[in-house]
């Protein structure tokens, strides 16, 4: 046992450039996503194969931001590997907080990558983190629904009054059914990430070319009163503190007619192990309103190296398998490929086995090669990002904003307070941070 | 002397007594349940539940997941640590505040009480960076250090409370015997403080092992407690009743069969000198 | 009665506790106060830096280039969060001690009355105490209060009822109604004990005396309670003046600002904005509220703790 540990980490010693002999100990942090569980499920063949070990730290998405945030702005060095969002990544690059990935080997395949998940997880030209999973959004529906109530699913893209009357059509909570199921618990990531696309759709964006907040102004109004009307008439009971996990689960479970949210949850809906609804569910895209720009998100779940940490050569080693070709292949075959990681590699979906085991694969492709985080909204702004802006002060002003609309979801305060509450928080933090003079 | 209770009032009281007991038990009993059910079956009508198959697979995930022993041992190692390091550290000051007491005894006692009084949330950075130049992040010797400065107010009270019920004269004897300050301490004071001194230990364990900021914030994967490997769990993606309940009670049994075990020596002690 | 040489030992004894509790109150609580008058933002980070010669190699933190004087605390204060964060926490500080003393001597003299399986009643009564406030707003969260799933969910539809949604409808009275299961066998073991050394003869003469239950219930059982209650309260305020974890399992502080205490908002700003100063200001304001309540209970416990 010991001879053959020694040759693995002989063989890794030629593997990896500039590699170090030395088995090294590396701790992980990672969102518990189900993505990442089956990687923390597959690494020991990666930690057979070099002879490093990896320590686990594994925890859910909220926390896990604020513990690996205060880890790498103090440069505590307490991790070697992060796993960060697309937020993150272009942010923490120019702060010099992570560590270059452009050098993780020869035989990594990066040309493989989707431009626009590059582009997003880059800042001044080089990448900081690699991608594990993207997603943009679109609409499941569940097809046994639709046709008992007599709806034919649109085949276009459909405006948010179109979808609203199909929403009512299919609603049927005698039967357990509600008609939709959206986000509704207050984070930037959570019900804002639905409210962000939504707004876009409906003309509105989150600042003016000199940085004003525009949460008052009417497109903000009509959207989130669309989004509060349409949540209370038909929506499941406790919609307030219905995140993207509680939805899924809802909807796998059967109690959602529809549901705009990840297409990386596809994956998860059309398995028949997770889901009850594996075979009675399809999709069309996120709808629009007065545009169509902006109205699919753009998400990346990717793995980054903090500067702060002293095993740099191991862990890009890590972050090379964990985000390669080999690794989906490896995932497919083990896994079954319909759990294959999405929305990264153009190799995954050209592989005909991905393509006959996920029906969504080409409409995900879409939707995520569509979304343009640098040009998201009907009228011009200075910020890149769909669901969100790309700046640090919008953690604190996108979880604010997305409090109040919950506090109005849950019928605590009016739609006109909740977002006069919201514009003057806004226009307190940018004074504060000094982008409105 | 017992005063006669007719049978049927006892058997009132015993019946509402249980009811009122099952229902402060009920959470904990139902989490137990679910932890035996499938994820599919754990989010069903209760009575659907509770005739579903019963199974172990949810406590299998979870050990796949995450080394439930290493999380275990470190609960112990750091609640444990924290309280006899602390217990180390107060009995002498509580010695000399029962003993010897000054005009500010009471104020100082009320000093230490008002440290408890720091809000975690807003010294997480400063002890962050404090941790991160001494090389404590991540460590055990870190936490069972901050755990102990957390209790230790507690501690002092506690053992406070218990020595001053012990006579004086008791001690003026040994110390006219010649016995030695240490000797007085070891051999006079100590045996007589036990009930409380297990109590005190009981209370400071329980504290210890299910605090959730510290814990949780100063750690990574080396140090990281059962408060750390719950938290892997309380959100994740699809239905997760069944193997949070499961990481729920792997990480509540241990400090609950304790609790059980002892609750006689707990309910003795467990008066912060609000009996004379 | 105290020699001299009785009093330096009784100081040498007591100063490790007292240096040490110091240092864990002054260190943190200095940088904290330094903090709160610079700009310091985690994610925004100056490049300023200066060193302390604490440990070894010293401790680095911000430099003093970044001082801004009260702006974080006119922002702290300003926050729109603030009032509601101030009257949240003393609403569930003070419904949580309602509930559980009263809840407390309700339990107490339950258990003291004759009863058969007098311990394992106790064992049931005391078990939440044991279960880690993570756990326990998790559980109460998803398995109960859910209206979906929930158990109270599936209970309403059985009985033909609507759900009830607990945490848009009643937020904060469902995170008092989670926090006080978990304090209220505290209080019920301290106050059982209390109630367990009442003299019984006390008792046997007040009826002999022909008073009835309600009268020796409040002028001798009560009064005998006193001291017990007010440990109660007084230790449970240390605690719940700090709730955390039951808030960020279950709500977030919302919907809104509905569940939103003090604490709480101090970890939104200088955890989730990483605005460090301004947390720290929050900090700040929190330990001299803190300590206003501390004098409070003090002036109230004086009275009933002296010997």
């Given amino acids: 046992m010991k001879v053959r540990k020694s040759l693995y980490a002989a063989t890794a010693l030629a ?98 990558i989707y431009e626009p998940v590059r582009n997003g997880l880059s800042a001044n030209g080089s990448l900081y983190a690699v991608p594990f999973y993207a997603e943009s959004s679109f609409t499941f529906y569940r097809t046994d629904v639709f046709e008992a109530a007599g709806v034919e699913a649109p085949t276009e893209q459909i405006t948010y009054d179109e979808f609203a009357e199909i929403v009512a059509k299919v609603h049927d909570p005698d039967n357990g059914v509600f008609g939709t199921c959206q986000r509704g618990k207050a984070g930037w990531g959570e019900n804002m990430a639905f409210v962000g696309p939504m707004v876009n759709a409906f003309g509105g964006r989150w600042f003016d070319m000199d940085w004003n907040p525009q949460l008052t102004s009417d497109e903000w109004k009509n959207a989130i009163n669309y989004y509060v009307d349409l949540m209370n008439n038909y929506g499941p009971p406790g919609a307030s503190s219905n995140g993207h996990n509680e939805n899924r689960a809802l909807f796998a479970d059967g109690k959602c007619a529809t549901w705009v949210d990840a297409t990386s949850a596809a994956g998860y809906i059309f398995n ?166 | 002397m017992a005063r006669a209770v007719s049978t049927q009032r006892k058997t009132i009281t015993t019946a509402v007594a249980w009811l009122l007991g099952l229902m402060m038990f009920f959470p904990i009993l139902w989490i137990a349940i679910l932890s035996l059910k499938t994820e599919g079956d754990a989010i069903r009508a209760p009575i659907e539940v509770l005739s579903s198959v019963w199974t172990f697979e949810s406590f299998g995930a979870v050990q796949q997941r ?86 230790l107010p507690i501690i002092i009270w506690m053992l406070y409370t218990y020595f001053r019920e012990i006579p004086g004269e008791i001690l003026e004897a040994a110390r006219m015997d010649g016995a030695s300050l240490r000797e007085e301490v070891f051999f006079v004071l100590m045996p007589m403080a036990i009930p409380g001194m297990a109590s005190t230990v009981l209370l400071n364990v329980i504290l210890a092992w299910n605090e959730a900021f510290w814990t949780l914030n100063l750690t990574a994967a080396d140090a990281a407690p059962l408060t750390a490997f719950i938290a892997s769990y309380s959100s994740p993606e699809g239905l997760f009743y069944a193997k949070l309940s499961a990481a729920s009670i792997m990480a509540i049994a241990p400090i609950l069969i304790m609790g059980w075990f002892s609750q006689k020596q707990l309910v003795r002690g467990l008066t912060f000198g609000a009996v004379k | 009665m105290a020699t001299q040489h009785s009093r330096a030992a009784a100081r040498m004894m007591i100063s490790p506790a007292v240096l040490l509790l110091l240092c864990w109150m002054l260190i943190p609580l200095g940088l904290t106060i330094y903090f709160s008058f610079l700009r310091f933002n985690l994610i925004m980070p100056s490049g300023n830096e200066m060193v302390i010669g604490v440990f070894g190699h010293g401790l680095r933190v911000p430099g003093p280039e970044d001082f801004s004087g009260w702006e974080n605390f006119y922002w702290f204060i300003t926050d729109p969060s603030f009032q509601a964060a101030i009257i949240n926490t003393l609403v569930l500080v003070g419904g949580v001690l309602l509930i559980t003393v009263i809840g407390g001597i309700l339990f107490a003299l339950l258990l003291d009355q004759p009863m058969w399986g007098q311990g394992i009643v106790r064992i049931l009564v005391i078990a939440p105490f ?85 009268n020796r219930f409040f002028f001798v059982m009560l009064p005998h309670l006193a001291r017990a209650i007010t440990v109660v309260i007084l230790i449970q305020t240390i605690f719940l003046l700090s709730i955390f974890a039951e808030i960020l399992v279950t709500t977030n502080g919302g919907p809104g600002t509905a569940t939103t205490n003090l604490t709480y908002l101090i970890y939104v700003s200088s955890l989730l904005q990483f605005d460090v100063g301004m947390g720290s200001a929050g900090g700040v304001i929190a330990i001299i509220l803190a300590n206003i309540v501390a004098i409070f209970l003090m002036r109230m416990i004086g009275k009933n703790l002296d010997a």
């Avoid at chain 1, 088995?23 to 992980?28: D, F, M, R, S």
């Avoid at chain 1, 796993?83 to 942010?91: C, D, R, S, V």
């Fill in chain 1, 15 to 112: 593997l990896v450039a500039g590699g170090g002999a030395v088995a090294e100990e590396l701790t992980i942090a990672t969102v518990n996503n189900s993505d990442m569980i089956i990687m923390q499920k597959l690494s020991p063949q990666w930690e057979e194969a070099t002879g490093n070990t990896l320590n686990w730290v594994v925890l859910e998405e909220n926390v896990l931001r604020q513990r690996v945030t205060t880890d790498i702005a103090t440069k505590g060095g307490s991790f070697d590997i992060i796993t960060i969002g697309a937020y993150e990544a272009p942010i923490w690059g120019a702060q010099d907080w992570l560590v270059s990935l452009d050098d993780l080997g020869d035989d990594y395949d990066y040309e493989d």
């Fill in chain 1, 272 to 437: 028949p192990n997770e889901s009850s609804v594996a075979d009675k569910t399809d999709f069309f895209q996120a709808p629009k309103q007065v545009t169509d720009k902006g109205t699919g998100w753009f998400w990346a779940w990717a793995l980054a190296i903090p500067a702060s940490s002293g095993k740099v050569d191991a862990a890009k080693d890590f972050l090379a398998w964990a985000t390669s070709k080999e690794y989906v292949e490896l995932v497919g075959e083990s896994e079954g490929w319909v759990a294959a990681p999405p929305g990264t590699r153009a190799s995954t979906y050209a592989n005909e086995k991905y393509l006959s085991a996920a029906p969504f694969a080409e409409t995900v492709e879409n939707s995520i090669l569509a979304a343009n985080p640098a040009d998201p909204t009907k009228d011009p702004v200075p910020y890149t990002g769909v669901q969100f802006v790309a700046i640090p002060e919008f953690q604190g002003i996108g979880n604010y904003v997305g409090q109040q609309i919950a506090a109005a979801l849950a019928g605590q305060q009016t739609v006109d307070q909740a977002l006069e509450n919201s514009q003057t928080f806004a226009v307190r933090e940018m004074t504060k941070a000094g982008y409105i003079k």
């Fill in chain 2, 66 to 151: 995450s080394d439930y022993l290493k999380h275990f041992t470190n609960s112990v190692v750091i609640s444990f640590g924290s309280t006899f390091l602390g217990l180390l550290i107060a009995i002498p000051a509580a010695w000399a505040m029962a003993f010897v007491p000054g005009k500010r005894t009471k104020d100082v006692l009320m000093w230490m009480l008002s440290t408890k009084m720091l809000p975690p949330v807003g010294v997480l950075v400063p002890i962050y960076l404090i941790f991160r130049d001494a090389e404590l992040l991540d460590t055990r010797v870190g936490l069972v250090f901050v755990l102990m400065m957390i209790n």
């Fill in chain 3, 130 to 214: 044991f279960v880690m406030p993570t756990v326990s707003g998790l559980v109460w969260k998803n398995m109960f209060m859910n209206p979906v799933n929930g158990i109270f969910a599936h209970l309403a539809i059985g009985l033909g009822m609507e759900p009830f949604d607990f945490f848009s409808q009643a937020p904060l009275a469902s995170i008092i109604w989670i926090v006080s299961w978990q304090w209220l066998p505290f209080a019920t073991l301290i106050l059982l004990t209390a109630l367990q050394s009442l003299d019984q003869e006390q008792l046997e003469a007040a009826e002999m005396d022909g008073a009835n239950w309600i």
